[in-house]
């Protein structure tokens, strides 16, 4: 069972525009979330995080917002920038737990210039 | 210089053979985790590491170990290679709680 789920596998956004990147997650331990790129033959790089307690954080063009209610968190890029080309993982974990990362499939952003 | 290096880059071997992924870190960090990347699906922990006596399992351990040889060098072993553990390989460590750092990969073909 999925636990963090990214329902778009692929998205397409025109340069200076807004992308927005959707994720839900099941597990209601999850308390802490983050938001990875990665770019082809590079590994993941953290971007931005949130934990539970807020419901926005902001740094730069990124800003990631947290709806616990519906258990939705979502990226948004603005403006978008062709160097932002690159697939976004969001991925999940629970203090209580052991801080394992759960992570979802990934979106592949595609900024056309 | 790269904070987290793995070793190989890439690597193909054969059916039943054993093979060693390595990983260092220079970071300094507490904790070290491995992860497999198939097409099409998000990261999955094999295993990790709070600290060198301790190792635990992740969600996909089944066919791998790992050896924890010190703080900074955390090997992935697959002690006889199948072609589904044909994936990207990520290391990635950790001080304490916080944010996870990657290496960039090992590509592992298994024919």
């Known amino acids: 069972d999925q636990q963090v789920k990214q329902n778009s596998p692929s998205l397409s956004v025109q340069e200076g525009r807004i992308s927005i990147l959707n994720c839900d997650y099941t597990?209601?331990?999850?308390?802490?979330f983050l938001w990875y790129k990665k770019y082809p033959a590079e590994g993941p790089t953290f971007l931005i995080s949130?934990?539970?307690?807020?419901d926005k954080n902001e740094d730069g063009r990124f800003t990631v917002f947290l709806n616990k209610s519906a258990k939705h968190l979502s990226l948004h890029i603005v403006p978008s920038q062709p160097g932002d080309s690159a697939v976004y993982f969001c991925?999940?974990?629970?203090?209580?737990?052991?801080?394992?990362?759960?992570f979802g499939k990934g979106t592949k952003l595609s900024v056309i210039p | 210089d790269a904070d987290v290096t793995q070793t190989p880059r890439n690597r193909i071997t054969k059916t039943g053979k054993r093979i060693m992924l390595e990983c260092s870190q220079t970071k300094g960090h507490d904790r070290m985790y491995w992860y497999r990347q198939d097409p099409g699906l998000g990261l999955r922990l094999i295993y990790y590491?709070?600290?060198?006596?301790?190792?635990n399992k992740g969600e996909i351990s089944d066919g791998y170990s790992v050896s924890r040889q010190a703080q900074a060098k955390f090997s992935l072993s697959l002690e006889s290679a199948i072609p589904n553990q044909t994936a990207l390989y990520f290391c990635?460590?950790?001080?304490?709680?916080?944010?996870?750092?990657f290496g960039p990969g090992t590509r592992l073909l298994v024919l």
């Open positions: 990635a460590t950790s001080q304490g709680e916080e944010t996870q750092y």
């Open positions: 949130i934990s539970s307690i807020k």
């Open positions: 590491s709070f600290d060198v006596k301790d190792i």
């Open positions: 991925a999940a974990y629970s203090g209580a737990g052991s801080y394992q990362l759960t």
């Open positions: 597990n209601s331990m999850f308390d802490y």
